[in-house]
């Protein structure tokens, strides 16, 4: 039977410990630009849904510009009626599309559906609620912090046959 020195185990447990440094340390590859922006999307729906302005504002860049005209502050004014009237909204993401341009832009189409309910679910909530439907098409651009921002965007009312 082999025993260990003191010396021994310790230098084990410092190979194990580098070893899980070097693992936790690597590099891991950056999401592509559909993946990243679809994620960014996903954070922006559900800090709507939380009331949360700031992370929600958070996606939109300082430079934003709208097909209406409005700039990023404009825009907040309007998500903060969207958002904050009513006691319960529920945001839904509906054909989520997003186009990488190149590795720094993406182009993004989606529904996106507000509703005054407490449906859990997208098939519950035309039952006894009050929706807000748009179609949105947008462009987000990797920023120099590294976070991927939503630049421009316009939007379009839609229809209820239009939803599904």
């Given amino acids: 039977m082999m025993t260990l020195s003191r010396g021994h185990v310790l230098g084990l447990v ?3 410990l580098a070893a899980g440094a070097v693992l936790a340390l690597w590099p891991q590859a950056e999401p592509g630009v559909k993946d990243a922006i679809t994620r ?27 097909g209406e005209g409005w ?22 993401v509906r054909d989520l599309h997003v186009t990488e341009v190149n590795p720094t832009r993406g182009d993004v189409q989606v529904k996106i559906i507000f509703g005054r309910s407490e449906a859990e ?44």
């Fill in 40 to 66: 960014k999307v996903v954070q922006m729906t559900a800090a709507a849904e939380r009331k949360d302005m700031a992370e929600l504002m958070d996606g939109v860049s300082d430079s934003f510009r709208s």
């Fill in 14 to 16: 410092l190979a194990l």
């Fill in 121 to 164: 679910q997208l098939e519950q909530l035309a039952q006894d609620s009050v929706l807000s439907a748009y179609l949105i098409e947008g462009t987000f651009e990797k920023q120099d912090d590294g976070e991927w921002r939503v630049v421009q965007a316009k939007h379009r009312s839609l229809s209820p046959t239009e939803l599904f």
């Fill in 71 to 92: 700039n990023k502050q404009q825009l907040k004014g309007v998500l903060l009626g969207q958002v904050l009237r009513g006691s319960w909204v529920r945001v839904f």
